[in-house]
Nanobody, 115 residues
Framework: QVQLVESGGGLVQPGGSLRLSCTGS????????AGWYRQAPGKERELVAV???????NYGDSVKGRFTISRDNAKNTVTLQMNSLKPEDTAVYSC?????????WGQGTQVTVSS
């Protein structure tokens, strides 16, 4: 059974940090590009960060310099380190893994940045 399970969301004050993790099972994670996306209420889903199977990274403009994506293929995990969080980072964050035409999604985790 294919699964992507996110963890690490929660409530944090502006300027704080959170670390999201996503662990895959039931498929060849190391062959997949993996990414994080987010969707805020009333807005379209947007790319946060992506890391390819060979480790290249790309970030959405709004998070460059603040967020870092990494992966550990031995643990089938992709991680998003989020620093200097802003209220506008509040959203449901979802991870995905993609290989050719196969795309898998996690269930999402809520991140709320508020004082």
């Amino acid at each position: 059974q294919v699964q992507l399970v996110e963890s690490g969301g929660g409530l944090v004050q502006p300027g704080g940090s959170l670390r999201l993790s996503c662990t895959g099972s039931g498929f060849h994670f190391r062959n997949c590009d993996a990414g994080w996306y987010r969707q805020a209420p009333g807005k379209e889903r947007e790319l946060v960060a992506v890391i390819t199977s060979d480790g290249r990274t790309n970030y959405g403009d709004s998070v460059k310099g603040r967020f870092t994506i990494s992966r550990d293929n031995a643990k089938n995990t992709v991680t998003l380190q989020m620093n200097s969080l802003k209220p506008e980072d509040t959203a449901v964050y979802s991870c995905n893994a993609a290989f050719v035409l196969q795309i898998y999604w996690g269930q999402g985790t809520q991140v709320t940045v508020s004082s």
